[in-house]
T-cell receptor
Framework: QQQVKQSPQSLIVQKGGISIINCAYE??????FPWYQQFPGKGPALLIA?????SEKKEGRFTISFNKSAKQFSLHIMDSQPGDSATYFC???????????FGTGTRLQVFP | KAGVTQTPRYLIKTRGQQVTLSCSPI?????VSWYQQTPGQGLQFLFE???????NKGNFPGRFSGRQFSNSRSEMNVSTLELGDSALYLC?????????????FGPGTRLTVT
């Protein structure tokens, strides 16, 4: 009930293409859904986040789409660049707690 | 504003020893959480502290403990180290006030147990 399922495990995209990573959850009590980007040897960096009362949020080339009824959310990276090559994690948390439940991660490789 | 800092960055310990890791949150942040990251288990929540009080604890044995000081700095301790404790230990901080849910991670401490 507390799991967040992430797919795909790895993704190869050509420069300029769209990268799409999907996550699904079961527990409807989740209240906050962030995406993190992690480069090798670094800590995860907050990329973009959404609350369940919003269906889409866009920040630059990054967009979260949120489907409350399907209990799914996804990250879209438009105009993907080689510098976007990293591991991406979705996560979810309940109200009034900082405990983040992470997906298993997606390793994105963007080739020129 | 300086980010979350963690010390040390790398650590090598022997089975049976104990270790203390330190985390300094972003200035003004009052909430600190700890996570363990391994290739097999991914990112797993360890503890959450706010104003020196542990608010939440993950499913880890009692060998894992933590605390938070009045200046919001936090430490975690692992006693009687096991080989499986080898991991990247991450600290995250949040303002802890208002409606901001955003948590920011430090670079982590890479612990190797031999």
């Amino acid at each position: 009930q507390q799991q967040v399922k992430q797919s795909p495990q790895s993704l190869i995209v050509q420069k300029g293409g769209i990268s799409i990573i999907n996550c699904a959850y079961e527990n409807t009590a989740f209240d906050y859904f962030p995406w993190y980007q992690q480069f090798p040897g670094k800590g995860p960096a907050l990329l973009i986040a959404i609350r369940p009362d919003v269906s889409e949020k866009k920040e630059g080339r990054f967009t979260i789409s949120f489907n409350k009824s399907a209990k799914q959310f996804s990250l879209h990276i438009m105009d993907s660049q080689p510098g976007d090559s990293a591991t991406y994690f979705c996560a979810a948390s309940f109200r009034d707690t900082d405990k983040l439940i992470f997906g298993t991660g997606t390793r994105l490789q963007v080739f020129p | 504003k300086a980010g979350v800092t963690q010390t040390p960055r790398y650590l090598i310990k022997t089975r049976g020893q104990q270790v203390t890791l330190s985390c300094s949150p972003i200035s003004g942040h009052r909430s600190v959480s700890w996570y363990q990251q391994t290739p097999g288990q991914g990112l797993q929540f360890l503890f959450e502290y706010f104003s020196e009080t542990q608010r939440n604890k993950g499913n880890f044995p009692g060998r894992f403990s933590g605390r938070q000081f009045s200046n919001s700095r936090s430490e975690m301790n692992v006693s009687t180290l096991e080989l499986g404790d080898s991991a990247l230990y991450l600290c995250a901080s949040r303002a802890g006030t208002g409606s901001s849910y955003e948590q920011y991670f430090g670079p982590g401490t890479r612990l190797t147990v031999t």
